[in-house]
């Protein structure tokens, strides 16, 4: 299964985007989806959920700022950005995600994620 994410673009610092996730099938509506962003070249943190019930979280980075939502009818699944600083500069991407043992793990292969960019 692979997520893909698109969305994103240049924006200045205070400013919102809204990215988008999507796939073929049905896989969105079914899953618990996670937004990921690239912190390094071998690393992704996870930065907002949305479970297949529509149950929302976020990492305290981004907590009060960033919310996942979900649109069944268009099996996607959308992440609001809001107050965007220039350290949300990252490639966003979203994947299936499982919460096990107190942590989150992706279980599908990564899509291309999709870039953004805040200028200050």
């Known amino acids: 299964v692979q997520l893909q994410a698109s969305g994103g673009g240049l924006v200045q610092a205070g400013g919102s985007l809204k990215l988008s996730c999507a796939s073929s099938g049905n896989t969105v509506i079914n899953a618990t989806v996670g937004w990921y962003r690239q912190i390094s070249d071998n690393q992704r943190a996870l930065v907002a959920t949305i479970s297949s019930g529509g149950f929302a979280t976020a990492d305290v980075s981004v907590k009060g700022r960033f919310t996942a939502s979900r649109d069944n009818a268009k099996n996607t699944v959308h992440l609001q950005m809001t107050d965007l600083k220039p350290e949300d500069t990252a490639v966003y991407f979203c994947?299936?995600?499982?919460?096990?043992?107190?942590?989150?793990?992706?279980?599908?292969?990564w899509g291309q994620g999709t870039l953004v960019t805040v200028s200050s």
């Open positions: 994947n299936t995600v499982r919460y096990f043992g107190n942590s989150w793990y992706y279980l599908g292969r």
